[in-house]
């Protein structure tokens, strides 16, 4: 079963994006994972940014995928 929250919360600062991790990332999500990390890697090919903040507070659990 999928849980219904949404996996990443992006917010926006004058020179810092912020993404929000927020529920566990597991192995299995790998598809999910990758849609998100293109998306961000979008943003950063677009914005520049002097600072990227990575929220994992809200997690207990994430895979090598997450990192990767």
Do not use: C, W
């Not at 020179?15 to 192995?27: A, F, H, I, K, P």
């Not at 961000?40 to 994992?56: A, G, P, W, Y």
Request: zero cysteines; aromatic letters at 8%; charged letters at 25%.
């Amino acid at each position: 079963m999928m849980d219904a929250t949404p996996l990443i919360q992006l917010h926006f600062e004058p020179e810092t994006l912020v993404v929000n991790v927020l529920r566990d990332l597991r192995e299995f999500e790998f598809a999910q994972i990758e849609e998100h990390a293109l998306r961000i890697m979008e943003l950063l090919d677009v914005r520049t940014f002097r600072n990227l903040v990575i929220d994992f507070s809200r997690t207990d659990v994430f895979g090598s995928t997450a990192l990767s």
